[in-house]
């Protein structure tokens, strides 16, 4: 390479390039060697600009280092969506408006604050450990604002059609899953344990006696954190077509043995994508104590199904849901009334 034609020569005999910082701002170099000052601006040229993709996953990665595997599987939903939206975009270039606007259309979509603060959350530690890092020059989240009037109650039940979509799925697979989830409102580590020896196909009947937790990526099953979680759950006739006939009845796709976290959270998120509705397990879960609600369970029978240590946590699902009933019938009698005027 002719190193000379690639800059200026100056008077003195000296060769003349530039370089452009991070900042975009043009500095002048010059060096006796063409070929020493084509190396030295190399090195003096601003890196390519992190995408925030890059930032979001890199963080991602050295946060997950210091947190459980639920706090962990907390943040990989808002990393995926913030990439979707932003991923190829520069770090540099997210603005507070930007984020604000972003944080507003999900309150507009009934996003309840505590979801919307998550996302919020996700956002402020990845953009401030990029800024201890260097990686960028400031924070974006500290001028960006929470949206008013967020939705406070909670939406722990899946729609109806995400419910119908479920009971549709039993051919997918993790739809079985779904189904036992819905039939029995068992936890998710609960499920992901369970052996053919723990379930009593004739009455009916599940043994919970332990759960699948992870460390951090490691299928490891232990016995459930109270003594109320070691229960026997009745489920209805209608579960018994999807109950596998593997063991444990939920493997990992690959080893056949319990599944991974990584494994689980990748084959949920197809799951999810092939009944076209995002739900959660824990969802599921609440829907099942809705139904026992509608259905007049009491609130003790319940609270054996659902394997709460207190009954005072099942008697706030009930709370809950008999208010909510209470709003909705207050809605239908002031839309009646305004109809008369």
Request: aromatic share 10%.
């Given at each position: ?5 690639l ?38 040229k ?37 990439c ?30 505590r ?31 929470m949206p ?21 799925s ?18 998710r580590?609960?499920?992901l ?11 009916r ?22 003594e109320?979680?070691c ?9 018994l ?26 084959d949920?998120?197809?799951y ?33 199904q ?19 009933k209470?709003e ?14």
């Amino acid at each position: 390479m002719n190193y000379a034609k690639l800059f200026t020569r100056r008077k003195d005999g000296t060769y003349q390039g530039k370089y452009k910082d991070a900042a975009g701002k043009w500095h002048t170099v010059c060096a006796a060697d063409p070929k020493a000052l084509y190396h030295k601006l190399e090195k003096l040229k601003a890196p390519p600009a992190l995408s925030f993709k890059e930032m979001l996953e890199a963080w991602q990665e050295e946060h997950d280092k210091q947190l459980g595997y639920k706090a962990q599987e907390s943040y990989q939903t808002p990393v995926r969506r913030l990439c979707e939206e932003w991923g190829d975009l520069p770090a540099e270039e997210i603005t507070p408006a930007m984020i604000t606007e972003y944080l507003a259309s999900m309150g507009a979509k009934r996003y309840s604050r505590r979801t919307v603060q998550l996302y919020m959350t996700t956002l402020h530690l990845a953009f401030h450990w990029a800024v201890i890092r260097g990686d960028i020059r400031q924070d974006p989240t500290r001028a960006a604002s929470m949206p008013r009037g967020l939705n406070t109650t909670r939406r722990d039940v899946p729609e109806d059609a995400a419910l119908a979509a479920v009971l549709a799925s039993g051919e997918f697979p993790l739809g079985p899953l779904a189904i036992l989830l819905y039939y029995t409102g068992l936890r998710r580590g609960e499920a992901l344990a369970l052996r053919q020896a723990d379930v009593d196909r004739k009455n009916r009947v599940i043994h919970v006696r332990k759960s699948l937790t992870w460390t951090p990526n490691e299928p490891v099953v232990k016995l459930p954190k109270t003594e109320a979680g070691c229960r026997d759950v009745h489920f209805p006739a209608e579960l018994l077509p999807f109950l596998p006939s593997t063991d444990p009845l939920f493997p990992d796709h690959q080893t056949g043995e319990y599944m991974t976290l990584n494994h689980f959270v990748a084959d949920w998120r197809v799951y999810c994508a092939q009944i076209g509705h995002e739900i959660t397990c824990h969802q599921l879960r609440h829907y099942y104590a809705t139904a026992m609600y509608e259905a007049d369970v009491p609130v003790l029978a319940a609270q054996a199904q659902l394997g709460h240590k207190n009954a005072s946590t099942t008697m706030n699902i009930y709370t809950h849901l008999r208010n909510q009933k209470r709003e909705e019938a207050n809605a239908m009698i002031d839309a009646y009334f305004a109809a008369k005027k």
